[in-house]
């Protein structure tokens, strides 16, 4: 039987001593203190086996160890240092530095993450992501608990084209794999503070405590505060703030000389205000006047100078998150055995301004509120022969999940909704105005209305997959792989009686009083606000739905080495996403998302050049993309509703990676991605035909990255990264307008290019004991709209816009034990 040696045992600590420079090429490149100091003559010549380990990260994206270099797929490595340089706190604050990769998380708890021009854009329950993300080969279920802080982070694998065979389901456009670190056999402890402006401070530590010989712990935690970059006009309130803390403890135990354990605990509790939602329509300051209807668009204000001005009552976004994992593996003579189980909770609650104003004629908050748990259990078998590497496995997926969609506004709004939408004048405010002038103490203003669907979705999914590398030769390799998924889902709506306390209570005293009775015709205006005005399918009436896809997910790859530095690929791959339901569209069901995808790339390394090349081109298409759109055609009867529609697309792009180390104190990196995206099929809810029109994806996007490190500075390093990013204007189309993605007005620019400049210059004492850095995010202040939202535009004639945060600097100061 073979003898499986402890991780990090001083074999493998002297190897990954040998292989760190590898991180040097990454786009922010390697701790200093994994590279010896070169004598001086040294340094402009190049260094042939330093190239080689250009690509020498290790990576799971195959379910297996591999190196990078090695794997037949595209995929892009985000380091711990790359973290650390840019100061990021999650993946959100980085996406730009990753072509091809867009991760909205304006709210934290409803991101949205799209890789080749391929997201899912609702966050409801009833709808899975077309990208999967995995913490340590968990999947992250759900929205609100896909983008956690980074924590004690190893590196992120950004795994590009469908990954359904090894990754599952939901991983139609691509895969996000997070991996974190374990525990180690050596003491270690680490501190971080960075303070910055908008009163930003953050921290992080963490110690590794070996226990004995087969057990060690690793605790770790940060928290991190800001006050804010945008302040509401009227009552001073900061928005954009920071407020989020989490913790991570891992128990690594050597049962056996070939049975390991980790136990791993995740505890994050985030507390913030809501989105800044800012109005474009110019008001005053009597809350009481009522927009124009409709809206003018040349009388847009711009809102990256725009005051903001937000009244949600309530208003917050807030989350607290658990989650625990067991990895058992085990070493056979042939192979490997690994159990992985893991269960996730968390609950998250999201209010916000949707108007734009504090105007309580047009008031709208929308609330999110979600509670979900879930539960995962795979058995992997892997090993390797003399013909092939194979692994293959079993899983089992169960989520309960339980929603509630609120909209709420005051009777004044219902009283604007009814004038600029059912066109019967404000019959609200003018029965209130006629008791006042009677002498009446009655009104009918003011009062919150309140109207909710609740949802409950109970899901399963079991797995088996296999996935094989033949070894046709030296040169040659051939992948087989296959993976069966069959989802169960139990769905329902709940829509809720609307609920009006306040008013409700008006209304029955004034029939007790003989009111009504005397004046038929208030009594006739009134009856029309006796139900649901927002929400009106199957109100009190439960809904249910059971349905049962099932799906393969093949995929071949051939993979043929020119050289040992130079290896070609091609692959067809299939993905797969499992069909759902439109949280707020009672009784809606979609069909799975399936796609087809081709590639073929190179990946090469050039060892008298210290320089590394990969690049692939590919072609997919994508049946059936549920997307979120606004349908306007609801505004008949009240508030617009964000619909789920149904579409086919096809893309054809291509992808560059260039590492260069000229000499060794000078890294130089680029990432560029080209796509072409398109509808082939495709109907608006707006009634615009979008077949063969742009689907709104730029067509380009790249990012590069320089690092130069001075020697002997202080008795340490000094090191100055610059790093850039660029992504194109976005393409419209015949729904763009509606969508608030493209120009919609002429006093400001939505959907163009943007540009990103991050810099740092960072010290570090020998050995990296110490180290003090200054750094600025969005270096030129480079300012951007996000998007324009027409939720209440067809209503109450209030569009509002989000915008980027501005320039973030900052100090910090380290240190390692």
Request: hydrophobic content about 35%; overall charge neutral; aromatic content about 10%.
């Amino acid at each position: 039987m073979s003898i499986r040696p402890r991780p990090l045992s001083v074999s493998l600590r002297q190897l990954l001593g040998g292989t760190a420079l590898l991180l040097c090429v990454q786009p922010a490149f390697a701790d200093d203190q994994t590279q010896s100091t070169p004598p001086a003559n040294q340094n402009d010549s190049a260094d042939p086996a330093k190239a080689k380990l250009l690509g020498n990260i290790t990576v799971t994206a195959q379910s297996r160890n591999q190196e990078m270099q090695s794997v037949p797929i595209p995929l892009q490595i985000i380091t711990a240092k790359q973290v650390d340089t840019l100061a990021a706190t999650d993946l959100s604050k980085m996406d730009l530095f990753v072509p091809g990769l867009v991760v909205s998380a304006e709210q934290p708890t409803q991101p949205n993450y799209q890789l080749r021009g391929i997201s899912t854009s609702d966050f409801g329950v009833g709808t899975e992501p077309a990208v999967g993300v995995y913490i340590n080969g968990v999947y992250a279920a759900r929205s609100g608990g896909a983008l956690l802080a980074f924590n004690d982070l190893q590196r992120v694998e950004v795994l590009k084209g469908p990954q359904g065979t090894l990754f599952g389901r939901n991983a139609a456009a691509g895969a996000i794999s997070i991996v974190t670190n374990e525990p180690t056999d050596r003491f270690e402890g680490k501190a971080r503070l960075r303070v910055g402006n908008y009163g930003k401070v953050y921290g992080d530590a963490l110690i590794n405590l070996p226990i004995n010989q087969d057990m060690a712990l690793r605790v770790s935690a940060y928290d991190n505060q800001s006050d804010g970059w945008i302040k509401d006009a009227a009552t001073g309130k900061r928005y954009g703030e920071d407020n989020d803390w989490g913790t991570r403890a891992v128990f690594r135990w050597n049962i056996t000389p070939d049975t390991r354990m980790l136990l791993s605990w995740d505890h994050e509790k985030l507390n913030q205000p809501p989105h800044p939602a800012i109005g474009l329509i110019p008001l005053s300051n009597d809350t009481n006047q009522r927009p124009p209807f409709p809206p003018d668009p040349t009388t847009y204000l711009n809102p990256l100078h725009a005051p903001l001005y937000n009244d949600a009552v309530g208003g917050r976004e807030s989350r607290t998150f658990d989650g625990v994992t067991l990895s058992l593996d085990h070493s056979f003579s042939w192979g490997s055995l690994v159990s992985t189980t893991a269960w996730r909770g968390f609950d998250t609650f999201n209010r916000g301004d949707y108007d734009g104003t504090n105007h309580i004629v047009s008031y709208l908050d929308t609330t999110n509120i979600e509670h979900n748990n879930s539960w995962y259990q795979e058995f992997k078998l892997s090993g390797t022969t003399g013909i092939a590497d194979w692994v293959g496995g079993i899983s089992y997926y169960q989520e309960q999940a339980r929603q509630t969609s609120q909209t709420n506004i005051f009777t004044d709004s219902l009283d604007t909704l009814a004038n600029n939408v059912m066109h019967v004048g404000t019959p609200l405010t003018d029965i209130s105005n006629t008791f006042a002038g009677m002498g009446l103490p009655y009104t009918l203003l003011g009062d919150p209305w309140h109207e909710a669907i609740s949802n409950v979705g109970k899901f399963k999914a079991y797995a088996a997959f296999g996935d094989v590398i033949w070894h046709i030769n030296d040169r040659l390799n051939v992948t087989t792989g296959i993976r069966y998924t069959r989802d169960q889902k139990t769905f329902s709506w709940y829509n809720m009686p609307r609920s009006a306390p306040q008013f409700d209570s008006t209304v029955q005293a004034l029939d007790q009083a003989g009111i009504l009775a005397a004046f038929p015709e208030i009594q006739m205006a009134l009856a029309s606000f006796g139900n649901n005005i927002i929400f009106t399918d199957a109100v009190g009436i439960p809904v249910r739905f059971k349905n049962t896809w099932n799906n393969l997910s093949p995929r071949v790859v051939v993979d043929y080495k020119f050289t040992p530095d130079v290896m070609g690929y091609a692959s067809v791959t299939k993905g797969y996403k499992a069909g759902g339901y439109n949280s707020v569209q009672v009784g809606s069901r979609f069909a799975p998302e399936k796609v087809i995808n081709y590639e073929a790339g190179l990946k090469t390394t050039f060892p008298e050049h210290n320089l590394l090349l990969n690049g692939s081109v590919y072609y997919y298409r994508y049946d059936n993309k549920q997307s979120l759109t606004l349908d306007p055609n609801s505004a008949g009867s009240g508030v617009p509703r964000y619909l789920v529609n149904s579409t086919n697309q096809e893309a054809k792009g291509l992808e560059l990676e260039a590492q260069w180390q000229p000499i060794t104190d000078l890294r130089l990196n680029f990432t560029g991605a080209y796509i072409d995206a398109t509808y082939r099929k495709a109907m608006a809810d707006s009634g615009a035909d979008l077949t063969g029109q742009p689907t709104g994806e730029p067509r380009f996007s790249y990012t590069a990255g320089l690092a130069y490190t001075v020697r002997n500075v202080a008795n340490g390093s000094l090191e100055f990264d610059l790093n850039y990013a660029y992504r194109g204007p976005t393409r419209c189309n015949n729904d763009s307008l509606l969508q608030g993605t493209c120009q919609i007005s002429p006093n400001f620019k939505i959907g163009e290019s943007q540009q990103r400049t991050d810099a740092r210059i960072d010290w570090r004492s020998a050995g990296d004991r110490w180290g003090v850095a200054l750094f600025a995010s969005n270096l030129f202040n480079n300012r951007y709209v996000r998007g324009v939202d027409n939720i209440s535009t067809t209503v109450f004639g209030t569009p509002y816009a989000s915008v980027t945060p501005p320039r973030m600097w900052g100090v910090e100061l380290r240190a390692k034990f």
